[in-house]
């Protein structure tokens, strides 16, 4: 085991550096100018000169990477060129959204998926099954953005739900009741696509293994099949479950940034955006950076629980 876990940390260190050299060199690829954006359009090129040199735009790309780089390993992800803050505070302030929205939606998420996969396992193909099977491959085919949309419709303006529409967003420290409610639309939303995947792998791997041996042994002692699903067939089936949800929620770090930015939720995803509007590259450098580190601690944490699970995987 700790011969797998070095191995994978090892691997990590990897993944992150290659992600670190490829969005630096993709984000000086993004059209716009920093210069323009902070001087204007009419100002002399000498003045811009100067801005580069002070913002440290003139040096090649290798040497920018390198000192991006050797100030990153210090704690320091640089000042922002627009509004002049560090980029690292305003991460920490903007982190903290994106964490409760992702715990509030996987909250509900796993809530639904499991009891309604246990539920759709017992008799595959009945009419329970197909109508969830339908109803998960409905929701799959809705893109988060146009199902915010809808909900933003429906409870913000047809129903008059305080707190649930764009710019809502209400502190967690100011209120947490007002929170929940400027956060519930948007945990529905990433709710309901994980849903969709956590039900369909868990319903599989149920049926299947409903029919191995050790099931019918239990069945033929008289278990109750409450206590057979919940006790005897949810962990050898939650293998597949916890892979998939490893590379859910590391997605949806990135994959929420849409509906945040809809919605007007000062999170990462909204700050990112902006970001990327004004051309402002070390705040979009440090959170990609951030948000990359993110998904792979994310995935590797995961990894270690399923190894905890089944051992095998770790000996293979």
């Known amino acids: 085991m700790l011969r797998y876990v070095v191995r994978r940390l090892l691997t990590l260190v990897g993944i992150v550096i290659v992600i670190s050299v490829g969005s630096f060199y993709l984000i000086h690829l993004l059209p716009g100018n920093p210069a323009t954006v902070i001087l204007g359009t009419g100002d002399s090129p000498a003045n811009r000169a100067l801005l580069y040199q002070q913002l440290g735009l003139n040096r090649p790309l290798v040497a920018q990477y390198f000192i991006w780089m050797g100030n990153v390993l210090h704690g320091n992800l640089g000042v922002s060129f627009i509004s002049q803050t560090s980029v690292a505070a305003t991460i920490r302030a903007a982190l903290p959204i994106d964490i409760e ?15 309604l996969a246990m539920r759709s396992a017992r008799h595959p193909d009945g009419w329970v099954d197909r109508l969830l099977s339908a109803g998960s491959f409905t929701l799959l085919s809705i893109p988060p953005f146009i199902l915010i949309v809808l909900l933003v419709l429906v409870v913000s303006i047809k129903l008059g739900v305080a707190n649930t529409g764009p710019s809502a967003y209400v502190a967690l420290g100011t209120d947490w009741v007002a929170n929940l409610e400027s956060l519930s639309l948007p945990a529905v939303t990433l709710a309901l696509g994980s849903f969709v995947v956590y039900f369909r792998v868990l319903r599989s791997d149920l049926i299947a293994t409903l029919q191995e ?78 948000v990359s580190v993110g998904v792979v601690l994310v995935n590797f944490l995961f990894d270690f629980a399923i190894n905890l699970i089944d051992p095998r995987i770790s000996r293979e």
């Not at 929205?101 to 009891?115: D, E, K, M």
């Not at 940034?257 to 955006?273: K, M, Q």
């Open 101 to 115: 929205l992702i715990v509030l939606s996987q909250i509900l998420a796993f809530a639904l998926a499991i009891p």
């Open 213 to 290: 041996e050790f099931i019918a042994m239990a069945r033929s002692k008289g278990i109750s099949h409450r206590r057979i699903m919940w006790r005897h067939a949810l962990r050898p089936s939650s293998v597949a479950l916890l892979g998939a949800a490893g590379v859910n929620i590391g997605g949806l770090l990135a994959g929420g940034f849409v509906v945040e930015y809809l919605l007007a939720i000062p999170g990462l995803g909204y700050t990112l955006i902006s970001g990327i509007a004004s051309s402002d590259y070390l705040l979009v450098q440090g959170i990609v950076l951030v």
